[in-house]
């Protein structure tokens, strides 16, 4: 167990739809990052939060949307979704906003949309 | 523009022998961090490895070791001995000053008895 929880491990939903992906951070750690992994991008940075904040943007579609709660849990909300979203999502989390060694990986969300 | 290339699509390897994962890398920062991933077909990625940019020496982690050559932009993997548990896809990956993480295409290691 790597200490970043990701819900749900699994999702299948249609085209069109509203799903909520959800990611709890390492004990401590301030910093949330969410990646995307499909077989034609590969591995994709989407958005980093921390502390609440937004810190930096990546590759991410204005259908796309992500916010960091108080109690330091992240949500990648994704809308209007299209077949080329299905894909595998990550959530990272790290002590600092500025990364210095490394980061420790969730188990991943894998969305496919049909 | 950070930019990662890794060369090698595939590769097969024969269990107990070492193997070498290239990984180049391209940046106009001086502060950045390298990494290794390993990613099985459950689908989670391992951290295997670190190097900073300004370290000296070479990392190593157990059977895993860093070869870098800062001069040259590369950040090759060396995984010795390798396991049939070894055989996944691995990422060298960047991170720039500000933390983000940027990853190469893979290389998929199939690890024979």
């Known amino acids: 167990d790597s200490g970043v929880t990701q819900t749900p491990k699994h999702l299948i939903t249609a085209t069109g739809q509203r799903v909520t992906l959800r990611c709890s951070p390492r004990?401590?750690?301030?910093?949330v990052y969410w990646y995307q992994q499909s077989l034609d991008q590969g591995l994709q940075f989407l958005i980093q939060y921390y502390n609440g904040e937004e810190r930096a943007k990546g590759n991410i579609l204005e259908r796309f949307s992500a916010q960091q709660f108080p109690d330091l849990h992240s949500e990648l909300n994704l809308s209007s979704l299209e077949l080329g979203d299905s894909a595998l999502y990550f959530c990272?989390?790290?002590?600092?906003?500025?990364?210095?060694?490394?980061?420790?990986f969730g188990s991943g969300t894998r969305l496919t949309v049909v | 523009a950070q930019k990662i290339t890794q060369t090698q699509p595939g590769m097969f390897v024969q269990e107990k022998e070492a193997v070498t994962l290239d990984c180049t890398y391209d940046?106009?920062?001086?502060?950045?961090?390298l990494f290794w991933y390993k990613q099985p077909s459950s689908g989670e990625m391992i951290f295997l490895i670190y190097q900073g940019s300004y370290d000296e020496q070479n990392a190593t982690e157990g059977r895993y070791s860093l070869n870098f050559q800062k001069a040259r932009k590369s950040a090759n993997l060396v995984i010795s001995a390798s396991q049939l548990g070894d055989s996944a896809m691995y990422f060298c990956?960047?991170?720039?000053?500000?933390?983000?993480?940027?990853f190469g295409a893979g290389t998929q290691v199939v690890v024979t008895p």
């Open positions: 004990s401590g750690d301030l910093s």
């Open positions: 990272a989390s790290s002590p600092q906003d500025r990364l210095t060694y490394g980061y420790t």
């Open positions: 990956a960047m991170t720039d000053s500000w933390g983000k993480l940027q």
């Open positions: 940046t106009s920062d001086q502060s950045y961090g």
